[in-house]
């Protein structure tokens, strides 16, 4: 693993608002590949991590290197072109669009046609652009299983299926690295089932890269290659999903124990309610 | 038997993306908007001066109300300028064509042109600030350009105005309503259609993006400076081409037309006709046009059994217009475009409601 250099680097970056240190000096990296899960109790600092990469914070201090490019400077736009997609934690999609315009949007920065080309539409080959462009995102609706609602306005949509837009709206970018911000927050289990595979397909099939931020402990231990872990703003541990469960600082975040438990905790127990 | 009906289709079908992203979502509806431009050529032929005069002012504002629904209802930016940009784009047609020389038929759309140059320089501090404060902004702007109007002699004529020649196309002048009337006319598709294929587009796309949910926008690798100004710059563009033609038609312009009163206008139209619609703003020019004339016609009905009516008849008019955006803000926010869709839904529908 060592000689493949890291598609994301970052490195202490610390973060605070006022007196709040939201981060303070965390560095990990992220391989090309893999799915890397950040963990936390609420107020951890995931959310905020995240925000630091997409661009929407710009952190105190430290460095973030996305395929050897420094990204701190860099306008949020920008960084979308680089190749970084994100979801959002509360939903973020384009409520009075429909399903298909959303995702389109997620098309901008591939598009080529512009105000002038736009507005003379079958002039300046915008239309066969576009029409090159509703194809790919067809095979995302397909893909994702929202073809029977590509022409609801989103604002109208469940929430289960409002997340799966953004995921679609997210993977429309093309990204080489897509943030999932709480992929499966107040889902059954059924759309759980359906999400991880999604991100696992994602990974596998689509070759993305996946940082992903998630509560729900069963999800994480079983599709992560790589996890961290956050505890008021600070790194307390990393690795491998079974080694970070192990870990006793991280048992002592979840479950706010003062004492080692008399014997290892299991998984099931871990998998509890942990938000 | 059985097999022709077997083959008949039961509603619409689209069997290809081109035919699921055409500007009229059903082929009836676009024959009947094929039709109304059919209809409204042949008007000129029977239909007297007056309604020629109606219609030729429902063009010119319809295409400058076009302009603010892309910045306000598809952006989502308030301006209160939009009477100064289309102020600017009648006295810039008009003072190209007295000091060049050049045919107006190239000085309208070059007056649009200037007029977008304008706009993105006042649309500025829209890529800073939102809201309240941007409407002070473009309030501002609005002061600003009606102070150059009265004070620019060499572009404007100062308090005196300027003249604006006809409209003339190898010589033949349309100078009539029922010739200017075509001239409307042609800017109006040209116009509206311009306006349908920008926000089925790339960058229509984003301007709704960026009214929907900016942050999200920016993540979605949308600028969001470079698009709120040049949200204002297309705005201008459109309201520059309306003054221009508003300009040619009347042959004469002068500052005072071009008030904060106007602009208001314009927010009352594009808020009657519907926010983010390309065809609501049409419906609200003419229902904003029309009502006056309607109040006109009912007193004059009535007005020989209450005289006192008549004469608050100039009271009335403006009444009316602010009656009717309170009466729309509550009972209809999304405008006439959306009254329309839920009128095609009835019919679609009927007898069951769902």
Redesign the interface.
């Known amino acids: 693993m060592a000689e493949t250099p890291s598609l994301l680097q970052v490195s202490d970056i610390s973060l605070s608002f006022g007196g709040v240190h939201a981060l303070t000096d965390v560095s990990f990296s992220v391989n090309p590949g893999e799915i890397f899960s950040i963990i936390g109790p609420n107020g951890a600092g995931k959310t905020s991590m995240l925000n630091c990469i997409?661009?929407?914070y710009q952190p105190n201090k430290g460095s973030i290197v996305f395929k050897q490019q420094e990204l701190i400077g860099l306008?949020?736009?920008d960084r979308?072109?680089l190749g970084i997609?994100?979801t959002?934690q509360n939903l973020?999609?384009?409520?009075?669009?429909t399903v298909l315009?959303n995702i389109?949007?997620?098309?901008?920065?591939l598009?080529k046609?512009?105000?002038l080309?736009?507005?003379?539409?079958?002039l300046g080959g915008?239309?066969k652009e576009?029409?090159t462009h509703?194809?790919e995102v067809?095979n995302i609706i397909d893909f994702l299983e929202i073809a029977h609602i590509r022409k609801s306005i989103a604002g109208t949509l469940s929430y289960g299926l409002r997340k799966r837009v953004e995921l679609a709206?997210a993977v429309a970018?093309r990204p080489d690295m897509i943030l999932l911000d709480e992929p499966m927050a107040g889902m059954n289990l059924e759309e759980k089932e359906d999400m991880a595979r999604y991100i696992i397909d994602l990974n596998e099939e689509w070759g993305m890269t996946v940082v992903m931020i998630e509560h729900d402990m069963g999800v994480v231990m079983d599709i992560s290659h790589r996890v961290m872990v956050l505890d008021f703003g600070k790194k307390i541990a990393s690795g491998l999903p079974d080694e970070v469960m192990a870990h006793p600082q991280v048992r002592k975040a979840y479950l706010g124990e003062d004492d080692e438990p008399s014997e290892p905790a299991t998984e099931s127990q871990l998998s509890g309610e942990v938000a | 038997m059985a097999s022709a009906h077997s083959r008949m289709k039961c509603g619409e079908f689209r069997t290809t993306?081109?035919q699921?992203?055409t500007i009229f979502p059903t082929p009836l509806a676009r024959r009947v908007a094929i039709g109304s431009v059919l209809f409204l050529l042949i008007a000129p032929s029977f239909l007297n001066p007056y309604f020629l005069n109606l219609g030729i002012q429902i063009g010119y504002y319809g295409i400058a109300a076009l302009g603010l629904n892309i910045v306000l209802g598809f952006t989502g930016q308030i301006s209160l300028g939009h009477a100064a940009f289309f102020g600017f784009g009648a006295f810039a047609s008009a003072w190209l064509n007295n000091t060049t020389g050049i045919p107006v038929f190239f000085c309208i759309p070059l007056a649009g042109a200037m007029t977008m140059a304008l706009g993105l320089i006042v649309g500025i501090p829209a890529g800073r600030i939102k809201g309240l404060y941007l409407a002070i902004a473009t309030f501002a702007s609005q002061f600003i350009l009606e102070d150059f109007f009265a004070r620019a002699d060499w572009f404007t004529g100062g308090s005196y105005g300027a003249m604006a020649n006809p409209f003339a196309l190898f010589g033949f002048a349309f100078d009539n309503d029922q010739r200017y009337f075509y001239v409307v006319l042609f800017y109006v598709v040209v116009m509206f259609l311009?306006?349908a294929?920008?926000l089925?587009?790339?960058?229509?796309?984003?301007f709704?993006?960026v009214?929907?949910?900016y942050?999200?926008?920016?993540?979605?690798?949308?600028?969001?400076t470079k698009y709120r100004i040049?949200s204002f710059g297309?705005s201008s563009f459109y309201a520059g081409i309306g003054g221009a033609l508003f300009g040619h038609y009347l042959g004469f312009v002068s500052a005072e037309g071009f008030t904060l009163l106007l602009s208001i206008q314009f927010l009352g139209m594009v808020i009657i006709g519907g926010l983010?619609s390309v065809m609501g703003s049409l419906f609200g020019t003419a229902f904003m046009v029309l009502l006056p004339e309607l109040m006109e016609a009912g007193v004059g009905l009535i007005g020989h059994n209450a005289p006192g009516l008549t004469q608050a008849l100039a009271y009335i008019k403006e009444m009316a217009i602010g009656l009717a955006i309170i009466l729309f803000l509550i009972f209809e926010p999304d405008g006439l475009a959306h009254r329309w869709k839920m009128i095609k839904a009835y019919w679609k529908l009927y007898p069951f409601s769902y």
């Open positions: 997409s661009g929407r306008r949020p736009n979308c072109t997609g994100r959002f973020a999609l384009f409520a009075h669009m315009d389109m949007v997620g098309r901008h920065h598009l046609n512009n105000f080309s736009g507005s003379l539409y079958w915008a239309r576009e029409l509703r194809a067809e709206r970018l | 993306y081109q699921d992203t311009l306006g294929n920008l089925r587009s790339r960058d229509g796309r984003a709704i993006a009214r929907d949910h942050l999200s926008a920016e993540i979605m690798g949308i600028n969001l040049l297309i983010g």
